[in-house]
Nanobody, 125 residues
Framework: QLQLVESGGGLVQPGGSLRLSCAAS????????IGWFRQVPGKEREAVSC????????HYRDSAKGRFTISRDNAMNTVFLQMNNLNIDDTGVYYC??????????????????WGQGTQVTVSS
C-alpha cells in the first residue's frame, strides 16, 4: 500500500518555526516527485514547495522563498519541510503528496497521485 503520513504540525507564534515530516511507505520517496501543499477553509489547496527525484531540483512558491526549506532523508524515506519566520498567512492544513512516475516536480496539485492525511499548522499570537 502506497502511503504518506505527515507529522510535525502545531500551534506556533508569529516568527516561530516548525518542521513538518512526510514519511513514505510502500514506495521509495527518493524516486518520486514530492510536494508540500497548504489548504485553508474555502480555498483551493495550493502548492508550497516540491522536490524532484532525479536531480533534486527544488521549487518554492514566492511566499515561501527564504523562509521554508524542503529536504529529503533517504535512509528514513522521509521528506521534511522546515518552516521559519512563520506568519499568520502560513496557517492551514499541510499535506504532502507524491508522484512516483515523475522525474520533475511542479507546483500544482493535479500532478500528484498519493496524498497524506494532513497536519494542522496554526500561527497565532
Amino acid at each position: 500500500q502506497l502511503q504518506l503520513v505527515e507529522s510535525g504540525g502545531g500551534l506556533v507564534q508569529p516568527g516561530g518555526s516548525l518542521r513538518l515530516s512526510c514519511a513514505a511507505s510502500g514506495f521509495t520517496s527518493e524516486a518520486a516527485a514530492i510536494g508540500w501543499f497548504r489548504q485553508v477553509p474555502g480555498k483551493e489547496r495550493e502548492a508550497v514547495s516540491c522536490i524532484s527525484p532525479t536531480d533534486g531540483r527544488i521549487h518554492y512558491r514566492d511566499s515561501a522563498k527564504g523562509r521554508f526549506t524542503i529536504s529529503r532523508d533517504n535512509a528514513m524515506n522521509t521528506v521534511f519541510l522546515q518552516m521559519n519566520n512563520l506568519n499568520i498567512d502560513d496557517t492551514g492544513v499541510y499535506y504532502c503528496a507524491a508522484d512516483p512516475g515523475e522525474d520533475e516536480c511542479i507546483l500544482h496539485r493535479l500532478m500528484y497521485d498519493i496524498w497524506g492525511q494532513g497536519t494542522q499548522v496554526t500561527v497565532s499570537s
